[in-house]
């Protein structure tokens, strides 16, 4: 499949990326991709003033086919010229597409560098201005190792989609790091499914940690109820 086509968008509708991955390694855009380019598109103003005075650090988190990097790098999300991104996986093989999908939309004058590393450990502490992931949020058992073999494609996509207990195994140890790796501005936005309970999630870390967070868009997919949050610090 050479392109993505966006499903059910609203009344503005922003071009989609062109992509052409191998999906049996990399995660497929589907409907929890196109909900959160729906999310940032209607986030672009809140994001344009929040970050209209600087150099903005954008880093997405698993961007698989780099779909959504992409797609902000084309919109000027947050602030057209202003913006640095970074797409952050554990998979050579999206990072690999990250940087195809790049290329293929001709992404030109603008800096984007991948990276492997598990979640946040390779990123300087407190330099996120605009983090964004859409995590392994399916419940399983476990979640899968990491395998041994990169040639081993086949294994990877795994990774992409199963989330362990609840799914949130991944999502939790990300919670655990915002704080540190988000600016003293910084915002992000995460995907959860209904399984994951994310409003007990959300009142948790408003609770427990002082943290802003809000449903910013849902939608039935299928069966799967799926929304976006947004986290942020509460500026005393």
Not at 93 to 101: F, G, N, P
Request: charged letters at 25%.
């Amino acid at each position: 499949m050479d392109r993505v086509d966006r499903i059910e968008l609203g009344s503005s509708m922003l071009p989609t990326p062109y992509v052409n991955c191998d999906y049996e390694t990399v995660y497929e855009p589907c409907e929890d991709s196109f909900l959160l380019l729906d999310c940032l598109e209607d986030q672009q103003e809140y994001l344009g003033s929040r970050f209209q005075d600087a150099l903005s650090v954008v880093c997405e988190l698993g961007p698989g086919t780099g779909v959504v990097t992409t797609f902000m790098m084309q919109n000027g999300i947050p602030t057209s010229g202003k913006s640095v991104y970074f797409g952050v996986d554990i998979s050579p093989w999206a990072l690999e597409a990250t940087r195809d999908t790049v290329r293929r939309n001709k992404c030109d004058g603008i800096f984007m560098e991948t990276v492997q590393c598990d979640l946040t450990s390779c990123l300087k502490p407190g330099e996120v201005d605009l983090l964004v992931f859409n995590p392994p949020y399916v419940p399983a058992e476990n979640v899968p190792e990491i395998p041994d073999d990169a040639v081993d494609r086949s294994r990877w996509l795994d990774l992409a989609l199963l989330g362990g207990e609840n799914g949130m195994a991944v999502t939790e140890r990300l919670l655990q790091q915002l704080d540190t790796v988000l600016s003293r501005n910084g915002v992000a936005y995460i995907l959860f499914c209904a399984r994951n309970h994310p409003e007990e999630v959300a009142e948790r870390m408003r609770n427990e940690y002082g943290w802003e967070v809000e449903l910013v868009i849902h939608r039935k997919a299928g069966w799967e109820v799926l929304s976006v949050y947004r986290f942020s610090r509460k500026i005393m």
